[in-house]
């Protein structure tokens, strides 16, 4: 496992500015984009949720693009079937597999980097 990985699934605010970044990062396959992504989404969502309960903050819109990337990456999300909890985080099943034009030219699956 490559050392950005390890670090942008630890936090990947401090891995990458962006999540575009994610998706235009030579150094990660396509399948380690989507976890980082879906990491930097379930801390993003229980921020969204801390705000909401009246912490302190303001809204900045990184959920919102961090669903963008992520639908980039695999296509459509489902979110209609979020889950239970507050931060309503995305389940496995709502992301689909990463678009085949996304894979061109770059590491598919968990194997070497690209």
């Known amino acids: 496992m490559n050392e950005l990985f390890e670090r942008a699934m630890m936090a990947p605010e401090t891995a990458f500015e962006t999540p575009e970044a994610v998706i235009s990062s030579p150094a990660l396959t396509v399948d380690q984009k989507i976890e980082v992504l879906r990491r930097w989404e379930y801390n993003a969502s229980e921020e969204a949720v801390a ?9 900045t819109g990184l959920l919102r693009d961090i669903l963008i990337a992520l639908g980039e ?14 931060q309503h985080g995305l389940p496995r ?6 678009r085949p ?14």
């Open 93 to 98: 099943e709502a992301i689909t597999n990463p």
């Open 51 to 59: 705000l909401e309960e009246g912490m302190p903050g303001e809204e």
């Open 73 to 86: 990456l695999t296509g459509p999300l489902d979110l209609d079937h979020t889950g239970p909890s507050k």
């Open 101 to 114: 034009d996304k894979n061109k030219g770059k590491g598919k699956g968990k194997g070497k980097n690209s």
